[in-house]
């Protein structure tokens, strides 16, 4: 398997999806992060693709427990006070290495994994259904005796205690559910998982920025309904959250939104969370990096 990895993602859907062979996850407020244990280390992968390695260094130092040739698919996560703390995983990924061990002392990461893709002994599994390759998953952490700070997410087939998770379990920073199929395979890039949260938000594409790639000012989203807007003037937090993701983006082509306003336009899977009740208008409201 080569380095970086596409990630599987998942549609919005309003209401609790329930029918045959489906497996509910908790979805756990945080960072998306792929776990590569090497022969050597072990590296930490973003969703977008980016070496995060340096700024979790306290995941990867729990992630030499697993055996060489693992590779996990999860969420990084900071607890304060009980409950997941968003915000302080946002400061850890956009710190510098010396500032994250700082971070890392006092509010220490967690790791909550729900796949594996990769295992030495019986090679890429995302070619397994969904229920092989958390059977395996679990079986794994058993055997090596993998504990905290990398645990696997809670899952059920019982479409009632899913919705029980999803209505009780908000304050402690549980975002929502995922929704996967038992007989699904595990496919980069696909929106073959369906999803529930609690925010009042939607999924953007981004497809272009005002400014520098470096120093985005606007973003230019293609929203749900597939048309196109601007968002509001990024803050310095989310335009270095989103930098890294339209660097490599490329040349840009000149565009222009809707409402005549340019922009420079890129080809980017990045998704940015944006305000529900901003999508009406010609300048939407980002919330954060997906």
């Known amino acids: 398997m080569d380095w970086p990895v596409s990630v599987a993602l998942a549609q919005a859907v309003p209401t609790l999806p329930v029918g045959p062979d489906l497996h509910y996850e908790i979805k756990l407020d945080g960072h998306r ?3 590569w244990r090497t022969p050597e280390t072990v590296r930490l992968q973003t969703r977008s ?3 995060a390695t340096a700024v979790w260094m306290d995941l990867a130092v729990a992630g030499m427990a697993l055996p060489a040739g693992v590779v996990l698919d999860g969420e990084a996560v900071i607890y304060a006070q009980g409950k997941i703390d968003f915000g302080a995983v946002q400061s850890r990924a956009n710190s510098s290495p010396a500032r994250a061990r700082e971070l890392a002392a ?3 990461g967690h790791y909550a ?3 594996i893709l990769h295992h030495p002994e019986h090679g890429d599994t995302r070619i397994w259904p969904y229920v092989r390759r958390r059977a395996l998953l679990e079986e794994l952490l058993t055997t090596y005796e993998i504990g905290p700070p990398i645990q696997a997410v809670p899952t059920t087939t019982d479409p009632v205690l899913a919705r029980t998770w999803y209505d009780v379990l908000r304050d402690q920073g549980v975002e929502g559910l995922v929704v996967k199929s038992g007989s699904s395979t ?3 890039n696909s929106r073959q998982w ?8 939607v999924d953007a594409q981004i497809v272009g920025y005002t400014g520098t790639a470096s120093r985005p000012r606007h973003l230019a989203v293609r929203l749900p309904e ?3 807007a601007l968002s509001q003037t990024l803050t ?3 335009a270095a959250q989103v930098a890294p993701a339209l660097v490599p983006a490329g040349p840009p082509r000149r565009a222009r939104a809707p409402g005549g306003e340019a922009y420079n336009a890129v080809d980017t899977d990045a998704l940015v969370e944006v305000l529900a009740g901003t999508t009406r208008h010609a300048v939407v409201t980002v919330t954060r990096v997906r």
């Open 33 to 35: 992060m792929v776990m």
């Open 49 to 51: 693709g980016r070496d």
């Open 106 to 108: 006092e509010r220490p």
């Open 113 to 115: 994994v729900f796949d």
């Open 186 to 188: 595990y496919k980069g």
């Open 194 to 201: 369906r999803k529930i949260r609690h925010a009042e938000t």
């Open 226 to 228: 597939g048309r196109v």
């Open 236 to 238: 310095a937090p989310l």
